[in-house]
Structures are given as structure tokens and as C-alpha cells.
């Protein structure tokens, strides 16, 4: 059902999944979700909320998170960490798979383009990135300081945008596929879209 509230007064639902056995169990503090709401805050400078999920490395577990977030919930975005290397437990890739609609595989291009980078063994990672009905669901790292270069790519030594970050480009993803517009703190990260999708900047 279309809304009739002003576009820029919805709010963005963001599903955080950590995948992690050991973290899932207790054996050590879970740092994914809250590196995540700490760069969310930062970064958003419209309205948002997190839905957070704390799960082992169970393939069946992990797709019904997934579907639960983005049917159930109805969240915009969903971002996993963890789960995306070439382990035997590894498997989000392989459960994020399994619930598309579609597949958008710019963003896993993108993301071992950043990480290469950083450390030669980012191609080991098989992180994926997909659509389910209209959520955008993205596998990130593990670690809070790769989900940071993840999300804001790299810079120079002047500190100038070298290779752009996937979160860029999710805000007109989230657009396209009928989700709330995305508004950005451009010291952290620069949304862009073509002029003819930008919106005036909120007022408050």
C-alpha cells in the first residue's frame, strides 16, 4: 500500500544480523552490531532504526533471520557480518543466496575491490549481496575496522575518496526499490544518485 506521508518523514528499518557460533554462544562479545549502529550513527543523518539478530553458523537458521527480516519485519536493509570466507562453517553467502529474489553482484565486486586494499587474502572472501522483495541484503566482514572500510571505501593520504564504499550507492538502491530516502553525513559518506533523483535536504 502506498504511504501518504511525506517521503522524507519515513524512517529507514535496518536489519543487523552477527553470524558467529562463538559469539552466538557466549564465548566472547559480539562487536559486528555494534560497530554497525556506532557507523549508522555517524553516517545517517535522516530518520532509522536497527532490528538486531545474534545467530550461530546454521544455514537454515540464518535463512529464516533473512526472510523474517525483510517479509516479516519489513526492514529496508539487511547487513550480516561474519560467515563469508571459505570455512567449512561459513556459509552465509550460501543462505543469502537462498533467499533472493534477485542478485546484485556489484556490491561483492566492490567489496573485495576495497579489501584488496587492505590485505591481499580479501579474495578469499565470497561475501554477496541481494534483493528480497524490497530489501536490499548485504554480507559485510567480521571485524568493526573492515566494516568501516567496507562501508566508506579508502582514502589518500589527504584523505580524498580513492575507492569508493558500497554504502554510496545503497541509498538510490533503496530508492528503486521503494524503500524511504536516504539522507547522508557527507564527511562520513557522499550518497550519490543522478540529479534527477535528488531531493532538497531536510530541514529541521
Given amino acids: 500500500m502506498a504511504s501518504t506521508q ?3 518523514d519515513d524512517e529507514l528499518l535496518i536489519g543487523l544480523v552477527s553470524i558467529s557460533d562463538r559469539a552466538s554462544s557466549g564465548t566472547y562479545k559480539d562487536e559486528g552490531i555494534p560497530a554497525l549502529e556506532e557507523w549508522f550513527a555517524r553516517a545517517l543523518t535522516s530518520p532509522w532504526r536497527t532490528e538486531t539478530r545474534l545467530i550461530p553458523d546454521e544455514q537454515p537458521l540464518i535463512e529464516t533471520t533473512l526472510a523474517q527480516l525483510a517479509d516479516a519485519a519489513g526492514c529496508h536493509l539487511v547487513l550480516t557480518t561474519g560467515g563469508t570466507g571459505p570455512a567449512v562453517r561459513d556459509v552465509t553467502p550460501e543462505a543469502t543466496l537462498a533467499v533472493a529474489d534477485r542478485v546484485m553482484p556489484g556490491f561483492g565486486e566492490q567489496m573485495r575491490r576495497i579489501s584488496l586494499e587492505f590485505v591481499p587474502t580479501a579474495i578469499l572472501s ?7 522483495k524490497r530489501c536490499l541484503i548485504i554480507n559485510l566482514p567480521g571485524q568493526p575496522k573492515s566494516i568501516r572500510e567496507t562501508l566508506e571505501g579508502s582514502r589518500d593520504a589527504e584523505g580524498r575518496p580513492r575507492v569508493p564504499g558500497i554504502f554510496a550507492a545503497v541509498p538510490y538502491c533503496i530508492d528503486l526499490i521503494g524503500g524511504p530516502y536516504i539522507e547522508t553525513n557527507e564527511e562520513v559518506v557522499r550518497a550519490f544518485r543522478p540529479k534527477s533523483a535528488v531531493r532538497p ?4
Fill in 126 to 132: 565470497r561475501q554477496v549481496a541481494v534483493i528480497r
Fill in 6 to 8: 511525506d517521503p522524507h
Fill in 201 to 204: 535536504q531536510r530541514t529541521s
